[in-house]
Nanobody
């Protein structure tokens, strides 16, 4: 079992920066992949970024070239540094962890979400 607690959301002006964090607890050894999605009113949920234990981060279209995902070796925390923010980046951002259970099932755990608002 893995628990995720997010922090770091808030307000920014267009062109500014914000950093989101997602702290983990529980059985970190079961984590295969962690990452971020976002959801805004009237839009479909969007994939933002993800990373596996031994790999480099991957990025979806919305933040490609502007966002950077970081992690530590023990999965204690991941972060998303967002540069060159635009009003369309306004959304609730969710972190997630894909884990493998004792019975070898794949499950996804979610953070509580944090609001990011970008003004023009």
């Amino acid at each position: 079992q893995v628990q995720l607690v997010q922090s770091g959301g808030g307000l920014a002006q267009a062109g500014g920066s914000l950093t989101l964090s997602c702290a983990t607890s529980g059985d970190r050894l079961t984590i295969n992949t962690m990452g971020w999605f976002r959801q805004a009113p009237g839009r479909q949920r969007e994939y933002v970024a993800s990373v596996s234990g031994g790999g480099n981060p991957s990025y979806g279209g919305p933040g490609k070239g502007r966002f950077t995902l970081s992690k530590d070796d023990a999965w204690t925390e991941i972060s998303l540094h967002m540069n060159s923010l635009r009003p369309d980046d306004t959304a609730i951002y969710y972190c997630y962890a894909d884990v493998t259970t004792v019975t070898r099932e794949s499950l996804t755990h979610w953070g509580q979400g944090t609001q990011v608002t970008v003004s023009s």
